[in-house]
């Protein structure tokens, strides 16, 4: 009734997928960092307090909101729908992972799965499906 599409992140692509991250946060943490080095610049030696950490922080929030939650639909893709907005080699397997992969060896370190359970479960660069509907997709599920 609304026109709402759900759409589901493939796992550890949030900061390409996720508005949010890709228009807000990316954005408010360049003008947080340029907020501080300024401020170091121009107080050497002195110690950030709360107060002076607020006015950082208030300095860089709107710049980093004024149009930016709209502009991360359309980065990402997601509005208007344009499933070529993001490049699909930011979507493949890592080449570490590739090769791992194919000689069937990682390092196991602890509390992380053996090297089996990984290669074993983790899909060929190829088979990786875009995680944005395409027109197909969308005139389907739509």
């Known amino acids: 009734a609304n ?14 997928l996720q ?3 890709v228009g807000v946060f990316k954005s408010f943490k360049t003008n947080f960092s340029e907020s501080c ?10 110690v950030v307090t709360a107060d002076v950490l607020s006015a950082l922080v208030t300095e860089a929030w709107p710049i980093s909101f004024n149009i930016n939650i709209m ?8 509005f208007p729908l ?8 930011r979507m493949a397997l890592s080449k570490a992972l590739v090769a791992s992969k ?7 370190l602890p509390n992380v799965p053996s090297s089996d359970s990984i290669t074993d479960s983790a899909p060929d ?4 499906d ?12 739509g």
């Open 3 to 16: 026109n709402f599409h759900m759409l589901c992140l493939p796992s550890h692509t949030t900061h390409i």
């Open 125 to 128: 660069a190829s088979s990786i």
């Open 71 to 78: 502009s991360g639909f359309w980065k990402c893709g997601l």
């Open 37 to 46: 080095s300024s401020y170091i610049l121009k107080h050497p030696g002195q």
């Open 102 to 108: 194919e000689s069937k060896t990682i390092e196991t």
């Open 82 to 89: 344009n499933p070529s907005a993001v490049d699909d080699r």
């Open 19 to 21: 508005p949010l991250d």
């Open 130 to 141: 875009s995680p944005v509907f395409t027109i197909e997709q969308e005139e389907l599920y």
